[in-house]
């Protein structure tokens, strides 16, 4: 049973940084293309980021190009997501995805068949 846990989330104020992983089990994170989704309070879950199986290609969601940044370890099964210049709308709860598809990073939930139990990140002034 391939299960995946989100960790790193927390309370910071605006203009920080902080770093959530993502641990794959039960299957090799080899095989999956990985995305991290967040989902605010009263709002849809929303693509934040994805990462081909291999590392190789990376893309964001425009909200947050430029300030986030996605990257796997596959020998360790982790994916993290990098955030910087954290923003008060970028409070949300963070979600990690595993998608079949290895070389296809989408923004549409259908396509992920795996997803972890998310990880609140609260960004105050």
């Known amino acids: 049973q391939v299960q995946l846990v989100e960790s790193g989330g927390g309370l910071v104020q605006a203009g920080d940084s902080l770093r959530l992983s993502c641990v794959v089990s039960g299957r090799s994170i080899s095989s999956y293309s990985m995305s991290w989704f967040r989902q605010a309070p009263g709002k849809e879950r929303d693509f934040v980021g994805g990462i081909t199986f291999n590392g190789e290609t990376t893309d964001y969601g425009y909200t947050v190009k430029g300030r986030f940044t996605i990257s796997r370890d596959n020998a360790k099964n982790m994916v993290y997501l990098q955030m910087n210049s954290l923003k008060l709308e970028d409070t949300a709860v963070y979600y990690c995805?595993?998608?079949?598809?290895?070389?296809?990073?989408?923004?549409?939930?259908?396509?992920?068949?795996?997803w972890g139990q998310g990880t609140q990140v609260t960004v105050s002034s």
């Open positions: 995805a595993a998608n079949t598809r290895k070389l296809e990073i989408s923004q549409a939930m259908r396509r992920y068949e795996y």
